[in-house]
Nanobody
Framework: QVQLVESGGGLVQAGGSLRLSCAASGSIFSLNAMGWYRQAPGKQRELVAV???????NYADSMKGRFTISRDNAKNTVYLQMNSLKPEDTAVYYC?????????WGQGTQVTVSS
């Protein structure tokens, strides 16, 4: 099993920044992709960004240029730097870790962007 603990969510004004962190523990050997999804009220969970163990990244189009995902393999931690936040970025952000075919999820952290 893999445990994921997120931190860094909160309330921020539009245009502000937040940095999310997600630390993995447990059976963390051979974890490949780590990343972030989000879910707004009444909407489906959607991709924010993922990063492979080797550093390749993939972003949702609406996050490109504003969000940056990074990873510290030594600390088994993935980060999401979010800049120029908009009210529509308000959601619960979930950390993901993948060791195919299994996916592990964190409990989620709330991000609220006020206008």
């Amino acid at each position: 099993q893999v445990q994921l603990v997120e931190s860094g969510g909160g309330l921020v004004q539009a245009g502000g920044s937040l940095r999310l962190s997600c630390a993995a523990s447990g059976s963390i050997f051979s974890l490949n992709a780590m990343g972030w999804y989000r879910q707004a009220p009444g909407k489906q969970r959607e991709l924010v960004a993922v990063i492979a163990r080797g550093g390749n990244t993939n972003y949702a189009d609406s996050m490109k240029g504003r969000f940056t995902i990074s990873r510290d393999n030594a600390k088994n931690t993935v980060y999401l730097q979010m800049n120029s936040l908009k009210p529509e970025d308000t959601a619960v952000y979930y950390c993901l870790a993948e060791r195919a075919p299994l996916r592990y999820w964190g409990q989620g952290t709330q991000v609220t962007v006020s206008s």
